[in-house]
């Protein structure tokens, strides 16, 4: 049943009606339209529109729907445009003409924005629990993983040894601002349209701090025509988790590195791997080769709702119907991804061996430079001089543990010519390293274990 | 069944295994994985991997595997990864363990990539044909408006007359250069990975080229690495969506004004147009307006995809899996636009009379000033001298027409006082107006007369 | 000067150093590196690392630089390779080889994200101020035209009678929930990442609580890997812009049309209106125009930032260098767009009667069915009887209050066969349509005085 | 000197002025518009509307103008509002009054998509040349090094043994078809929109046909308002140039692995990499980061102007204004990158140890499978086996031509209990397993052969 024959000598074309129709995905909002029709259904009594005795059958006919929602068992019409009209015209079915009357001073407009509010505000919660277990395997990985020393990398270069727990919490602190996000964003999600009629506002008393205090909003809407057209909260959404799908994939593309015979780091879990229909030997980091690619799908349904919001000016636009399927899918997309991800970090093997062998003097260069400044050589030319050094290292083959120090002398200026010792080449202990970095965020055992507790409290604190 | 289990221990984790399997969208391949698995193992049996029975037995055990998806019969099961690997288990069901010599020397790598080209050269006809009947719609309503004048906008201010069937034709023209783009791209689909192998080429004497002949190809891959990698045939298609959706938002953008109260030049027809739930006056554009909605998310999807792609620098990655989620979605959405759109545009009604009452004399403005040229003054000043006209007509609440000779004799430099007659006011006929626009391009009747010569023969030529 | 040449045989080839340098657009952080600088130089006296003679001679040298910077003076040279390496090779210049020390435990990847992040923090007040302003004309306006009533639109179709100070007031809003986020963003921007080093951390003991609060940061990062690769802050503050573009285009779409010859409604002063170079009589609302074409940049910019970080797992990787132009260009876009549209709007003037002889009677229809509602029809059939009224009425070409008691009488089923009577044509006067919408949020000039209130409260909020 | 003051009462405030004009951007279409308007002078007069001696003048007077562009001594002036405005401001100057009739019959509009169309023929040809240098660098490092070995990845994990050849060609085709697409592109590119007017067309007896010849163009345009309006040019070689950026960005990350220690295949010369301002060993690849990094805008470049292009409806709306940054940044973004990436490619040193040393038995774990195939077994059970094959050599840490007959035979179902013989050892000889990969496309070195014959001839046939 379309919900405005009246004015019409003829029905819909029916390829114009496929077009036209949102139920195939608008029908995941069946819960909510059910629960803020109820609340509707109050709001109008209260407001004098319906007698006690309409409300009650009112109600009464919603919670029937609302249960044949729930078992699966309501049946759609081909003639039902949406899930709205399938609501209503099922409520009438159930009750009759008086079906008729819950949509008194309500439109489909501010119906719609209250749905898919109430939905996201339903579904929110899960997606940050999501995260949360997931940060909270990384705390546990860290945890475990403290002093195990690794290369760490810039430029894919080695650079300065690192604690694989300093790495794993590198990827929980992004996770976390994305937490932050989705609460301040579930405080704008919590602002109520109903009552914003089609656009002007509804003519009856409702009385709508009351009616968002029933369906669980902060607030009303404080403007009709801006409650119809704003869909910030879904493109707002949609950032957040586009972020969130970045942050995956720095994580997935380490994972996936990691992984290969050439790092040798990790070892993927059986369970959380996959093979070649071709080539018999492969364990293939599928899982996080997939979170690495739904990035970019992810950032392609910001800005395609962001496009589609552009230039959009009438309170309310049949475009804005495309705000519901980037929605589902992005949410989808992450809520698939996180559990499986997860478990495949928990279930990880370490290589520690491989890292161990990874941690070649070159990666201390830093520290010798550093102890040259400690004996009054400006880090500059410190750093010249290392970097000299280096170059005398890599035309021998050698290491730079294995220059003599009559080499790292002949390096050194007139000006700067220290009598060098033998302690120059405790600067080589990768231990030493990472226990110099021991400011605040620094990768030092030490201050990654305050690092912790600053993540635990976090974990707790949205 | 998967198709790799041998070198792992335990199988795949649940939620790993419903992130990581694509049957749900791949399934959409069936028909040309059955299709290219018959010529693989054709082209198995001349290279002598296949004895000339057993690609027998293969190919009948793919025929029935065919019919069964024709029928909508084929069972898929829990354990099929894949469309390929529900293929190979099928046959070996039907067939027996010969079922899995189908897969010497090739890899689901090259056998995805030609199943989705095959699957976009069986389609892109569709979406041509779709173009196609489309722009023969705005033909034959330009020749049917051929004659209707109504203001030409820019910046939405009125600027010019313009004959109707010029405005059709200009929503004709984006659509021959999409056309054209898919022409091109559908010569770039036509190379065939399979060959491939997983990355390097298969081991096996395949002859490729007679294998591309069998598929309906141009040739193959010239390169097994980029033949596994390549998906800038799904890019460019996506890239030919996005502007394809541009273009429909564009006229939508304009059918959706012309319809409005304030201009009122036309009026869709009650089939393609809906109503409120609430305001029982309203008739809406709702398809044009998802049109215009649906150009984000096609443009959407093109940078998405880009994005998946960006940085992939192993042969074959995971990550090439989300390729078919946004091509099969960009194709159903304009293939559920343009049929119902056309039909709109095809019954849509006019108002000829609202059109004409728009015609002020102020669209003749650029007129009067050729009117100027002609008698010798600077184009410049002529300018500038209708633009103090204009101002002058403002002020008194005047037309253009009704300002005096003497008006604007004023106006004129004393080195320009020419001598104006009443043949001044000829140029606020609007006929005349789009007469004079007569050059190759331009919104006189007769220049549009032409103009519709080149396009049906346009319509003709791809 | 590079600032590490020592390990290399030859310098940079001259393409490739253009490539690399990013001194063009990083110079734009000249004053926040040498502010940072002096904050590290302190960290480093205090950490013992510098004597307070050494301390003294750099901060000297930098309020030097700082001065050549303000004044316009500071010259760079040919081989300076971004702004870091400028300043100190300046500083050396200046101050000798002791200027070599300011680096030590150091790095410009901490060095280039505290700049930023100090860019942006000095930065987003401006915005936000911006945005204030032009929210606080808004508010004028809707107090100046709170009771002229114009027709509100949905789908661009007339839809009911509203008030001007609401439509002004519903692009408050949005822009409210833009600083609202802007101000919570520069939360996560006042994270401090100086002191994490290159990417593992400072070897010296650095007070990083100090160092924050001597730079005006909240907090230092907690973890330096994520430190020195977070360039969330940025993503964050393009999604904002984007956001604030993409309302600033539904404004601007509004004006532009309300601005046209068919509507009628608003007229742009001619201080902020253009002319054309070919048509005389043209006033062309480019400033609004360019508002709705720029928010198609400001998502390209998103979209291409989160492209660029996606999959980069490094902790630092050159690609972050492309993180600048986009937020310059951003920022700069919307800097030069606020101030002159919100003086055009400020000077705008109506045509109030062009917006009153718009009030059709159709815009009043919901009205008309609530009046039966009221009377005891259920809203589902008061709907359908007056769209069938709105029918006859179109046949007759007549208005619905042209209609007679018998006309409506007629449209009646038997069952609803009211004593209809004169009132009923009360319903079509717009004052008491807008009046009617007096719920919380309506467009009533009662509750848009209530709306005001609260607009003004939020517009101090923040 | 704005070209419309006439029509208005006051000059236009500065913040809009300075929001409006484009003169800093597109000062850089002076040369063409020159040669549009020298084009359009000679049009006017062959239609009567200049006298010969007129055309010579302004013609002279233009040819002036060219040199002082061309010599960078033209001086704008403050009240330039474009460059049209300034050439015909300048034009006025140098030849009087008789400037102002240059611009009869002519628009900005249709002006400013000829200089566009017109700068875009004259530079795609350079980056069409600096891919076709790019590719040639390809093709050399592709013969001289098409013997080498190294693992081919898929999922980063090695996959089989591959030529190095091989992969340097597997980054020739892409490239391939963006100079194809760019082709076509030029074809598109080259039909001219001047003589279109405003949006009408011109009202002059310009003979377009000729005029198009002139200027080098295929042909007019067919129609005025779409030739005013289309930007389709600029999306596509927007496009064009962000899958060149993705195709630079999956070889820079390709490039930038094999230069990482872990891999160590690939060793840039110094004068092609950066180093470190703190750590003194490094030397990181910044020039193929900041490839793959720009990647990111040339996608956001496309998706913005995409999105900018969203909706437009009325011929030509200054939302168009916005094609020309991305456009411009696109461009020179592809032209500083190709240069010296392609010399670092030239200069490139190899490691053929380290890829030697990482052909491990693995690699060639499909052509064991494919041994199995050649006596008899089936792929399918053949790939089993080699996978268990696999796991036992995985659990005694041995390698896979170190498991004995009696392993592999101990693996083999009793009904394929074959005569194994030492002849199986082979398979692990990496040149015979390239040699095998010898179809059309494949990896061995004479396949490569052939392929570089194509890939020759593919070189010079755009």
Sequence with gaps: MSLWGGRFETPMDPAAWRLNTSLPFDQRLALQDVRGSMAWANALAQAGVLTAEEQGQIVAGLRIIEGEFREGKFVFSETDEDIHSAVERRLTELIGPLGGKLHSGRSRNDQVATDLRLWLLDNLPHLREALRAFQQTLVERAEQDLEVLLPGYTHWQRAQVITLGHWWLAHFWPLQRDRQRLAQLAERVAVLPLGSGALAGTPFAIDRHALAAELGFRLPAPNSLDAVADRDFVAEFLFCAALIGVHLSRLAEGVTLFTSAEFGFFELDDA??????????????????????????????LSGLLTTLKGLAS???????????PLFAAFDALMSLLPPLQEALRTLRLHPERMREALEDALMATDLADYFVERGIPFRQAHTLVGKAMRLALERAQRLSQLSLDDYRSLLDTSHRLSLDESLYAVFDPRRSVARRNAWGGTSPQAVRAQLEQARQALNSL
Excluded: W
């Design 272 to 301: 959380f791997a996959t093979g070649s229909s071709l080539m018999p030997q492969k364990k293939n980091p599928d899982l996080f080769e997939l979170a690495r690619g739904k990035s970019g799908a992810l950032i392609g349904y």
């Design 315 to 325: 309170a309310y636009d049949k475009d804005l119907q495309e705000d519901k399927p």
